[in-house]
Nanobody, 114 residues
Framework: QLQASGGGLVQAGGSLTLSCAAS????????MGWYRQAPGKQRELVAT???????NYADSVKGRFTISRDNAKNTVYLQMNSLNPEDTAVYYC??????????WGQGTLVTVSR
C-alpha cells in the first residue's frame, strides 16, 4: 500500500513537498516516482528515481522539482518549487519492485492559484 500526502492549495510561485510511503508489505523496491493528471488530460510522468539514485524529470518541471527517496523507509518525496497554475493536478506516487510489479498511491491534489 502506498500512502501519499502533502498536497494542498498554494499560490503561484509557492512551494509544496509531497511524500509517499510504502507500507503494509515487504517491498523490494526498484524505482519510485511521481505522475500527475490534470483535469481533462492523461496521466503524465513528473519524475522518477531509481534504486541507484538516478533521476529522470519531465521537461516541464526540470529545475523546479526535486525527487528524492529514503530507501530505509521506502518513501519517495517530491519537492516542488516555483509552482504555477499549470502544475495543478492530482499527483500519484508509483513504485516498481524488483520483479516489475507496479503499485500506485491514491493520489493527492495540488492546486496552484494565480
Amino acid at each position: 500500500q502506498l500512502q501519499a500526502s502533502g498536497g494542498g492549495l498554494v499560490q503561484a510561485g509557492g512551494s509544496l513537498t509531497l511524500s509517499c510511503a510504502a507500507s503494509g508489505s515487504r517491498f523490494n523496491v526498484k524505482d519510485m516516482g511521481w505522475y500527475r493528471q490534470a483535469p481533462g488530460k492523461q496521466r503524465e510522468l513528473v519524475a522518477t528515481i531509481a534504486n541507484s539514485g538516478n533521476t529522470n524529470y519531465a521537461d516541464s518541471v526540470k529545475g523546479r522539482f526535486t525527487i528524492s527517496r529514503d530507501n530505509a523507509k521506502n518513501t519517495v518525496y517530491l519537492q516542488m518549487n516555483s509552482l504555477n497554475p499549470e502544475d495543478t493536478a492530482v499527483y500519484y506516487c508509483n513504485l516498481v519492485d524488483m520483479i516489475n510489479r507496479v503499485y500506485w498511491g491514491q493520489g493527492t491534489l495540488v492546486t496552484v492559484s494565480r
